[in-house]
C-alpha cells in the first residue's frame, strides 16, 4: 500500500525472519535487519533514517500462544522505548496497531468512547502501549493515533485461523468442523485493513481507531459463503466444534470516525474478499513451491 503510494518505506525485520509476504515489493523496501526489544540498536536505527511517519504493527501473536504469553509484557516496554526514541528524532507521527480485545466486548458494539476491560495479557499489553505511547507523543508533540483491528482475513494468515482453516479442509475433500456458528463479528478483508491503517496514517486523528466493516456478520454466514465459493457445502459439519463459554456473542466495530475523519473507504464486499482469499489459497495448493 505504502509503496504503491510512492512512500519511502524502512521496514525493520528480525534476522532470520522469511520476507515470503513481502517478496514482491522486497526491492522497493529498505530493510532493516533488527529485533524491536534491542532498544539500542533501534535508537541506532531511528537516528539513521529520521523517520517522518512510523506504522507499529510488531507483536507476539502466534495463535493458540498470544494471549497469555510472557512476550506481551516485553513488547509493552519495547513499544514504548520506540516510541520514545521516535518523538525525541522529530517523528512527526506514530501509528500503533491494537486490538477490539482492549474494549469490554460485552458492550457488543464496540465505538472508540466504549469502555475498556481487557481480558487477557495480550489485550491488557495492547492498551497499556497505547496510553504510553499516548503519553510520551503529548510529551514531545508527536501526533499518537492507535488502530484497534477487529477480525481479519486473507492471504497469508495462519492456518489453524477460522478462514484459512475452513479453506483448507474443503480444498482437501475434508469435513470441516466449526462451532454453530452463532457467533456475530467483524471480519475485514486484509487488503482494507492495509488501506486502513495507511488512511489513519495520512490523516491528523488521534486516539483509538476502530478499523472494521462496521458490518456484523455470523460464522455461520461466513463460513457458509466461503462453501458456496468453493461448492462443498456439504462438508460443513457446525457443532462439531464446541463453543467457548467466554466466548462474546457479538462484536462489531462503529468505524464512523475510520470513514468519516480519516476517509478510508472500503474496497471489497465480503463476497469478493473471500473469493480472492479461496483463490489464493488454491494457488498455493497447487504451487510446486507451495509449503505442505
Not at 522486497?26 to 540498536?41: F, I, M, N, P
Not at 533501534?42 to 537516528?47: G, K, L, P, T
Not at 476502530?210 to 456484523?216: A, L, M
Amino acid at each position: 500500500m505504502l509503496v504503491r503510494e510512492g512512500v519511502e518505506v524502512h521496514a525493520l525485520v528480525r534476522q532470520g525472519s522469511s520476507l515470503e509476504r513481502v517478496a514482491d515489493i522486497a526491492g522497493d523496501l529498505h530493510l532493516v535487519r533488527a529485533d524491536l526489544c534491542d532498544a539500542d540498536e533501534v535508537a541506532r536505527q531511528v537516528a539513521r533514517i529520521a523517520p517522518e511517519l512510523c506504522l507499529h504493527g510488531a507483536w507476539y501473536a502466534v495463535p493458540g500462544e498470544y494471549l497469555h504469553a510472557d512476550e506481551n509484557v516485553g513488547l509493552v516496554a519495547a513499544t514504548a522505548s520506540l516510541v520514545s526514541v521516535l518523538a525525541r528524532a522529530g517523528c512527526r507521527r506514530f501509528v500503533g496497531v491494537g486490538t477490539c480485545f482492549e474494549y469490554d466486548t460485552r458492550v457488543g458494539r464496540l465505538s472508540e468512547s466504549s469502555p475498556t476491560r481487557p481480558g487477557s495479557m495480550y489485550a491488557a499489553s495492547k492498551l497499556a502501549a497505547f496510553l504510553l505511547a499516548e503519553q510520551i507523543g503529548s510529551k514531545h508533540g508527536m501526533g499518537v493515533a492507535w488502530a484497534r483491528l477487529f477480525y481479519q482475513y486473507g492471504p497469508y494468515e495462519d492456518e489453524r485461523r477460522l478462514v484459512p482453516a475452513v479453506v483448507g479442509a474443503l480444498l482437501r475433500g475434508e469435513e470441516a468442523p466449526v462451532t454453530g456458528g452463532a457467533q456475530v463479528r467483524d471480519f475485514l478483508y486484509v487488503e482494507d485493513v492495509a488501506g486502513a491503517l495507511w488512511a489513519i496514517a495520512r490523516s491528523a486523528v488521534g486516539g483509538p481507531v476502530n478499523v472494521g466493516s462496521g458490518e456484523p456478520v455470523s460464522v455461520r454466514d461466513l463460513v457458509e459463503r466461503i462453501a458456496a465459493i468453493m461448492g462443498r457445502r456439504d462438508l460443513l459439519a457446525f457443532g462439531n466444534f464446541p463453543d467457548r463459554p467466554d466466548d462474546p456473542p457479538l462484536v462489531c466495530a462503529n468505524n464512523r470516525r475510520l470513514v468519516e475523519e480519516c476517509g478510508w473507504r472500503r474496497n471489497r464486499t465480503h463476497d469478493e474478499g473471500l473469493l480472492e482469499t479461496v483463490e489464493w489459497w488454491r494457488s498455493r495448493r497447487s504451487s510446486p513451491a507451495a509449503v505442505p
